[in-house]
């Protein structure tokens, strides 16, 4: 049944709306873990963030000051390579992020251990930096550099931040010394696999590849049985150059074990290739 014009507005406006909510609340994470676990333990971990770290540390300039004034020309840049819709979904981030910022550099730190500042607080910048880009946006300054590249280069969105933000981590070590260095490369790390974690999300299927010499009795228990579907690609024998159909099949990690036995059972030769499926969507899965 087609959607009527009235719906398929109505599920955009919700779409922007949710879109900007991913916004403030990212940002939120990213302000409230900068201020209770890197900026008390002097963790540049990159980006503007960590310019105002350690602007601070020099001067003692407030670092939601330091951030608005670093944020402009990449907001600039922004509309200039990604476009003005995007441009104003960045500026809500880019204004909202520092004013966070703002409103908690009075709450107490959390930890005074650079170790476990560097964790936490790489989870935390990742977590909000993860939910910010799934809003379609950037919370401005080294950030949305990263989207831009991502957009031309093809990288991960956690690869070009570790780039970018590597040359701030650099600085950090002239400023501080050498151990804060490497804290921060801590929090830089854990922020980048946690981005890509936010982004990608956590595997709970698998991707079956099944060649087997019983394509009939395997196709009807993995439809019967475990009820999934199961797609048969063609495909040749290397040594022998004879056609041998491969089943393709995607279950649930809690459906792997029946589709494991099932194999064994009906064919204890088959050669079984497993992969993870880091999101899948379709009937059965996720629908977007």
Not at 32 to 48: M, R, Y
Request: some cysteine; glycine content about 12%.
């Amino acid at each position: 049944m087609k959607k009527s014009r009235g719906e398929i507005k109505e599920n955009k406006v919700q779409t922007k709306i949710l879109e900007y909510i991913y916004i403030l609340i990212g940002s939120a994470i990213i302000a409230i873990s900068f201020n209770v676990f890197l900026l008390p333990n002097e963790v540049a971990s990159g980006g503007v963030s960590g310019i105002s770290t350690i602007l601070h540390g020099v001067f003692g300039w407030k670092p939601a000051y330091v951030q608005w004034a670093f944020n402009i020309p990449l907001f600039i840049a922004g509309i200039i390579f990604l476009g003005f819709q995007f441009g104003v979904k960045t500026l809500v981030g880019t204004i909202f992020l520092p004013f966070v910022v703002f409103l908690t550099e009075h709450m107490e730190p959390w930890t005074k251990d650079p170790l476990l500042g560097a964790i936490f607080g790489g989870v935390g910048v990742g977590l909000g930096l993860g939910i910010v880009f799934r809003g379609k946006a950037s919370t401005g300054g080294t950030d949305l550099a990263a989207q831009i590249i991502h957009k031309f280069s093809g990288l991960t969105l956690g690869t070009c931040v570790v780039i970018i933000d590597g040359l701030v981590v650099l600085s950090a070590a002239f400023v501080f010394d050498i151990e804060k260095a490497l804290y921060a490369l801590i929090g830089l790390f854990v922020t980048s696999k946690t981005i890509d974690l936010v982004q990608i999300g956590i595997s709970r299927s698998k991707t079956a590849l099944i060649i087997t010499d019983k394509q009939q009795e395997i196709r009807e228990g993995i439809l019967n049985k475990i009820d999934r579907g199961v797609t048969k690609l063609s495909a040749y024998g290397g040594f022998t150059e004879s056609e041998k159909p491969v089943l393709m099949c995607v279950v649930d990690q809690t459906e792997f074990i029946k589709l494991k036995q099932l194999v064994k059972s009906l064919d204890p030769t088959a050669f079984v290739v497993v992969m993870d499926a880091f999101e899948v969507l379709g009937e059965g899965f996720k629908k977007n």
